[in-house]
């Protein structure tokens, strides 16, 4: 089955550096990729996802990014501030037509302020 | 704007009791999810149900079971809970769409139920 690899486990910038975090993916046949934000005690959130016919999807300071022939794919948040503090999962859908999502083990970033 | 609940944010039963966890979704959605979150694993999938009735396993189902009777509620049984069942249960929905290779979207996600098995 699908397999989603993420890193780093935990990440630490200050106010108004860039954050990257990264994945990668095991089946080819994959074809949509979400990110989701978990803040603490609350539920995880979209904040953004790509589609295998695109390389790149920017939303005001969040971008992915999909490398397609090496499996995988990237959130960089800029201009980081406090409450991008949160703990962040990729996910990648199991096969292409698949409803069902095989998600990373997250990433946890803190912007110190 | 999506809503869905989850019957309780906090639930402690006994080693070997029966467990019910309730999830209503009020957007009409077809797709629903049972997730386990356990610290530094992620978002393990239990049960995945696409329609009234049915239902496909997911990564983790043993001791587990789910029902979906109407279309907005989906239930997931512990069947005898085990104090390895400690975790925090989220349920989420999702659009069927017109399905094809495009088929996924957006999963919206309940508040969760953290369960402690004693």
């Known amino acids: 089955g699908e397999n989603v690899e993420q890193h780093p486990s935990t990440l630490s910038v200050q106010e108004g550096d860039s954050a990257v975090i990264k994945c990668t993916y095991s089946d080819s046949a994959s074809n949509y990729f979400p990110w989701y934000k978990q803040e603490l005690g609350k539920r995880p959130q979209l904040i953004i996802d790509i589609r295998s016919n695109v390389g790149e999807k920017k939303d005001q300071r969040i971008a992915v990014t999909l490398n397609k022939t090496a499996k995988h794919f990237s959130l960089h948040i800029t201009e980081t501030q406090p409450e991008d503090s949160a703990v962040y999962f990729c996910a990648a859908s199991r096969g292409a037509g698949s409803y069902q999502l095989t998600f990373g083990k997250g990433t946890k970033l803190s912007v110190i302020p | 704007d999506v809503k869905v609940t989850q019957s309780s944010r906090y639930l402690v039963k006994r080693t070997g009791e029966k467990v019910f966890l309730e999830c209503v979704q009020d957007?009409?959605?077809?797709?629903m999810f049972w997730y386990r979150q356990d610290p530094g694993l992620g978002l393990r999938l239990i049960y995945f149900s696409y329609d009234v009735k049915m239902k496909e396993k997911g990564d983790i189902p043993e001791g587990y079971s789910v029902s979906r009777e109407k279309k907005e509620r989906f239930s997931l049984i512990l069947e005898s809970a085990s104090t390895n069942q400690t975790s925090m249960y989220l349920c989420?929905?999702?659009?069927?769409?017109?399905?094809?290779?495009?088929?996924?979207?957006?999963?919206?996600f309940g508040p969760g139920t953290r369960l402690t098995v004693t």
């Open positions: 989420a929905s999702s659009l069927r769409g017109r399905g094809g290779v495009w088929a996924s979207y957006e999963q919206y």
């Open positions: 957007m009409d959605h077809e797709n």
